[in-house]
Structure formats: C-alpha cells, structure tokens
C-alpha cells in the first residue's frame, strides 16, 4: 500500500499542502486535476526524481516502509507517461531487455522474461519488431512491460492514457488493472481527465487537495 500523510511542496511557497491519501495494493486510483496544476511535481516528489529546488515535506510510506528520504534508484518506484519513450534505436526486444533486473542472467532466461513479457500483451512474436512499426497501443503495452520487468513496488502513471483514442483507451486501461491486480502493487494514475475514473477503482483523489482532508 502506498500511504501519503500531509504532504507539501512548492518552490519557496507552497503548491499544495496537506495531501494526504493512500493506494491500496493491487489497485490503481486516480488522482484528478487540472493541467497545470503540479500532478507531474507529485509524481516527481514519489518517486524521488523531485529536482533539489523543491522543497517538500510530509510522510511517504511504501508497503510500511518509508521511502521519503531513500534515493530514487532504492525507492523501486516505476514511471509510465504519455509518451512510451520507446528507444528507436533499439528492437522491441531489446527496449524490453533494458527494464529487466539483475535476477534475469543469462541470454536464456532474458530471452525467455521478454518472450513471456510479449504473450502477456498479446505482442508475441514482436520482439524483432521496430517500434516505429508498432500502433499507439501497442507502443503502450511495451512501455508498461518495460516498466513492469523493472518489478516495482509501485507504478506512477502520468496522463499514461490520454494519448490514445477511447476504445484504446479502455481496452489499455484494462490490461493496465489486471496487471497491477496481478503483481499486487499500487498504480497511482494522474490525469485531467475526471473521465478515467472509469478505469480505476477507489474514490477519486482531488487535486489540488486544499482543504486538508485525506481521502483513504
């Protein structure tokens, strides 16, 4: 479970105060609110890729264990966003290969991880693929098995699905659920788009929250 506890952030004033909410594992919520209004910041603050100029404060908490002050590389934090950020000059393969962990050794059990990797979004058979060849949903699915090789605690993903058309949208948002439920980790979706609650679960987290309420 992720837990957020009076969170505060901004640049010399404040942004936002008194956030607090929290993620149970194996789901994915959403957290709405309007472009512009620092939903990238926070994920920047969760995962500890925050830039040294802003100041935060507040509670963090990761499957118990405070991860607040933990370099962003010890957080096991992973990030999706609106653009898949594939390698172009990489196979589909080989941009999947770059999420694997250590415990993967051995071009065997490597190419064996991608190959399950690639049945489990239904791109068997892709990993010699181009990614410029690869439709918007399909570029998706690769960037959240790159993402979801990485075995992370949690998943942070920005505006992930905003980029697609709805029936994409719903069908991506649907494997994205299955594969959190599957891992049993935490998914925070950030959009402005209050229409993606649909393919969360939860009560929706407001933001900016600014009236210092907890939504749980």
Partial sequence: MLQVKDLEFGYGEALVSGLSFSVPSGTMRLLHGPSGCGKSTLLAVLSGTAPTSLKWQGQIHLEG???????????????????????????????????????????????????????????????????????????????????????????????AFSSLDPELRAQFGGFVAAQIANRNIPALLVSHDAGDAALTSGPVIHFPNRQNTEVS
């Fill in 65 to 159: 264990t405070d991860i607040g002050q933990l370099p962003a590389a010890a957080r096991a934090v992973g990030l999706m966003f609106q653009d898949p950020l594939l390698f172009p000059h990489m196979n589909v393969g080989d941009n999947l290969a770059f999420g694997l962990t250590v415990k993967w050794r051995g071009r065997a059990a490597r190419h064996d991880a991608i190959a399950e990797a690639l049945d489990a979004c239904s791109l068997a058979g892709f990993a010699e693929r181009d990614p410029a060849s690869l439709s918007g949903g399909q570029k998706a699915r690769v960037a959240l098995m790159r993402a979801l090789l990485a075995e992370p605690k949690m998943l942070l993903l920005d505006e």
